[in-house]
């Protein structure tokens, strides 16, 4: 599946409203573009949400899409935020990957998001996926 490299889903404190200062930095390179949605469960960590990837298509994470104004800037930033080393997946936090995405209207987008990549026992699940 491929994604157009400027697309981003945000579902945690990256997402407007959120009030966190790197919601500022994203919102200055990069353009709201719609709510969306994706297949996927949120869990609470205590300091962030964690998605990871669900089989069952109710299962739903609602967040955002935004669209970078320059990825070859925006993405290095973006990883390190997000604890995310492309050359060491074993090591990395969160690991970005494309999925599709819903947006309002009934429209399908390929986007890139971040999935958390650590066990989920003994974290409490956010049933709502929305992160507030």
Do not use: K, Q
Not at 26 to 51: C, H, I, K
Not at 103 to 110: A, F, P, V, W, Y
């Amino acid at each position: 599946m491929n994604a157009e490299p400027r697309l981003l889903f945000v579902y945690g404190t990256l997402r407007r409203g959120a009030g966190h200062p790197m919601h500022d930095l994203l919102s200055r390179r990069a353009a709201f573009v719609s709510p969306a949605s994706t297949a996927g469960r949120l869990y609470d960590t205590g300091r962030y949400p964690a998605a990871v990837p669900a089989e069952d298509e109710s299962d739903r994470i609602h967040g955002e899409v935004y669209e970078l104004d320059d990825p070859d800037e925006v993405w290095p930033w973006l990883d390190e935020y997000e604890g995310c080393f492309p050359a060491d997946a074993a090591d990395s936090l969160f690991l970005r990957r494309v999925v599709i995405v819903h947006i309002s209207g009934g429209r399908t987008l390929h986007a890139w998001m971040y999935w958390y990549n650590r066990p989920t026992t003994g974290l409490a699940r956010i049933a709502c996926g929305r992160c507030e």
